[in-house]
């Protein structure tokens, strides 16, 4: 017995985990998707994950498999059976099976299928140590903030960065630091921290969402604008953020070591008032 995951309004073993490779996701990467951590078997930003899977659907006309709350409690049927008490929860929404043209099929239901990863969120031994990054330029589409499953662009973008060393790529694009490849980016200089503002140009990140609320509540400054990676490299800090990951601060940008290559203050603090918040009101 493996896992136990969702297709289609059924809970069933990994193992007789099916979908047809007529799905639209697989075919032409016609999908959206969220992944919602969990802290203490409960999940974290539920109700935001579930905002911006509607605005994803919207932006590409998919219809809902089911109703939010019905979504949530799959999330938590899942986080149950399969005893997550850290981890994340992935799910996604595809348009569905279809004989294969390029067009929106008529009357075909989307798919949904979910699946839990157990995987240690709090006690990160990298948010000690720091993270490497290495840059690289942004080849991917235009509509960045739909969380869509074509993801080859940032494939090849974590590749290039882990056969780099590193643990994450920064995506450039008419010189300025667009976002990681799985992850929001962010530097801090003079205790403000810069980061990109949201557009069609980047993804709308959760945790981005939760940390420049709670960063309103500090005396950390927030200055929402471009930044170029030659910023980036004379930064006091820098790090990034994602559901999987929190806050993760970042070292050494393309072999220039930040903070004397040591985590700073500001992503430290980041970190620990967000998991703080994210343990107060998980659901
Ligand atoms: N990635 N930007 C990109 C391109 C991402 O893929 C992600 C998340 C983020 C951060 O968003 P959030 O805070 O909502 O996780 C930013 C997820 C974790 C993934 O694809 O696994």
Redesign the pocket.
């Known amino acids: 017995m493996g896992r136990t995951v969702y297709v289609n309004g059924a809970y069933v073993d990994e193992a007789d985990a099916k979908v047809s490779i007529f799905d639209r996701a697989f075919l032409f990467g016609d999908g959206v998707y969220e992944?919602t951590s969990v802290i203490d078997h409960e999940l974290v930003d539920a109700d935001a994950h579930v905002e911006r899977l509607d605005r994803s659907l919207r932006e590409l006309g998919m219809a809902w498999p089911c109703t939010p709350d019905e979504l949530v409690a799959m999330h938590s049927e899942l986080i149950a059976r399969n005893d997550i008490d850290e981890g994340v929860v992935y799910m996604q929404v595809t348009r569905g099976e279809a004989e294969r043209d390029f067009h929106f099929p008529a009357d075909t239901p989307t798919s949904l299928v979910a699946f839990t990863q157990k995987r240690g969120l709090l006690d990160n031994p990298k948010a000690e140590t720091g993270v490497k990054v290495v840059s690289m330029p942004d080849i991917r589409w235009q509509r960045?903030d739909i969380k869509s499953t074509a993801l080859l662009a940032?494939v090849l973008g974590k590749q290039a960065a882990v056969e780099n060393d590193a643990y994450e790529g920064w995506m450039i694009e008419d010189g300025h630091v667009t976002?990681?490849?799985?992850?929001?980016a962010y530097i801090v200089k003079d205790g403000t921290v810069i980061t990109r503002p949201l557009s069609n140009a980047?993804?709308p990140?959760?945790?981005?969402r939760t940390i420049v609320q709670l960063m309103a509540e500090t005396d950390v400054t927030l200055d929402e604008r471009l930044f170029t990676i030659e910023e980036a490299y004379a930064a006091d800090e820098a790090f990034l953020?994602?559901?999987?990951t929190f806050v993760l601060p970042i070292v050494d940008i393309d072999g220039r070591l930040i903070g004397g290559g040591k985590p700073g203050p500001v992503a430290r603090r980041l970190r620990d008032i967000y998991i703080q918040e994210a343990r107060r009101s998980s659901t």
């Open positions: 992944v960045r940032q976002e990681g490849t799985s992850s929001s980047i993804l990140g959760v945790t981005r953020t994602s559901a999987s």
